[in-house]
């Protein structure tokens, strides 16, 4: 009888060892497909026309949702010039700094719309053109930006988030001191080519859902 508690004893303790083996495992298992869904990058981004030059860098850092949504966080750091080439040829110069956060939704893998909302902190400048009656003036300002468009993206496989992208965006709020408006209040468009890079993926870059 003695034989037979220490046999079901000794069965016991073997059956919890395993068990928690097996939560541990599976608990690692757990908190390695999570950090394999963290992804960080960034974009470089460009708007032009005739009267504006726009240039920024974007890092990045975000987390893939599913499959199909990515959201993540950002700080945008930007320099604009526009000058007003049609009336007097003054000049706008703004230096500018927006953190933000942003969501990118993949209908199929090489396609996706994208919304990002940044508070902007401008560092602003006018420079009046020759023989004008204004004075140069410096101003800070701060404004929200919600840039909103759609992009495209290379080697983007499902179950995989390093990928290349490229996007083009308005922003739709339309803030008086937005930078991303001109003098006449007309939408600039923004575009951006980045690269998103998975973290703790491993050799080829796959995540599990």
Known sequence: MKKLFLFFGLFSALAGHSQDRYQGEENNADKKARLQKLFTGGSLNL?????????????QFGYSLAPWAD?????????ISQRDYQYSGDKL??????PGAFVRLFPVNFLFGTA????NFIRYKYIPAGGSNYAPEKLKLEAPSLLVGGGYASGRERGGNTYYYFSV???IMGHDNSPYIDSHKRSLPVIRAGYNIGLFQGRGGNRRF
């Open 47 to 59: 708007g032009f026309s005739s009267y504006s030059t726009n240039l920024g860098i974007s890092p």
């Open 71 to 79: 959201v993540g966080v950002n700080v945008g750091i930007n320099y």
């Open 93 to 98: 110069r703004q230096t500018l700094i927006g």
């Open 116 to 119: 990002q909302f940044e508070y």
């Open 169 to 171: 965006s308005w922003d």
